[in-house]
């Protein structure tokens, strides 16, 4: 904060290109505080460069030079990933290169910044290659979303069927890395105009993560199931499957009353 209202530039920029830095301020807490941190570096740098075009002395005609165009995200993207490289992995080992990395793409999917987060995910992806592991079922299912989100729907079916098929493969057909992966694919076809294959897809997703919830997996909490449930509903009724749709969204009330009570605002 104090880098940014002393418009003291390039420390701020060594600051949030330290993949270190990235990881401490990335979290729920401070998340807006870091984008505002972004958004003020990429306009004070560029304000800063016109001021010092400014007090260069005219040109041949008389005129001021144009400033120097401004700097873009990607510029600072690119500082950051070549910090990331020669960043030692954390104590604990859960830190690494390949993990900062996908921090910040978590960040710049976050900022609705999709492109951005798409250029550090595929370098990741493509480092990975055929690779069936864990991390890179994280790193596909992440970039399949962040090229959806672009509209490039084909690529992005094929890279999430490619996380589907190896989380499948690793862990199982029931888990919440399934259910959320069968949930961007239905969004993705939704989107596409395909309610037909959409519908398929969320009944998938419900029946996922309610086998996850009765595993005991954390992230398969009732609201996940709900909202999965209302995806659900809101494509019957784009069918006009109206008894479908209903039994969805009783299903989904009978969830929520009972986690936050009848008289409660969401219910």
Known sequence: WALREGGEWHAL?????DPRVHALLWNEDTQTDLHNMWEAL????????????ALNLPGPNGLPPPPP?????????????????????????????????ELLADYLTWANQPGE?????????????DAADLAAVSVNFK???????????????????RALAAEQLLVGAETPMVAEIVSELCKLKRGEGDVE????????????W????????????????????????????MLNRTTAAEAAYERALERLEYMLGPDHPEV
């Not at 920029?13 to 290109?17: A, K, V």
């Not at 987060?117 to 290659?129: E, N, P």
């Open 197 to 208: 294959q959409a519908g398929q897809l969320a009944a998938h997703a419900v029946s996922v």
């Open 143 to 161: 970039l399949g979303r962040a090229l959806s989100r672009q509209g490039l729907h084909l690529e992005a079916e094929e890279t999430l069927r």
């Open 69 to 101: 165009p401004m700097r873009r995200r990607r510029d600072v993207i690119a500082e950051y990933d070549a910090q990331a490289d020669l960043a030692l992995p954390s104590a604990d080992g859960v830190l690494t290169p390949d993990v900062y990395k």
């Open 13 to 17: 920029r060594c600051h949030l290109t």
């Open 210 to 237: 309610e086998a996850a919830e009765a595993a005991g997996y954390e992230e398969a909490d009732v609201k996940t199931l709900v909202a999965a449930l209302v995806t659900l509903a809101e494509i019957c009724e």
């Open 117 to 129: 987060a798409a250029f550090i995910l595929r370098m990741l992806s493509d480092a990975k290659g």
């Open 42 to 53: 990429l306009k004070g740098e560029q304000q800063l460069a016109s001021s010092r075009a």
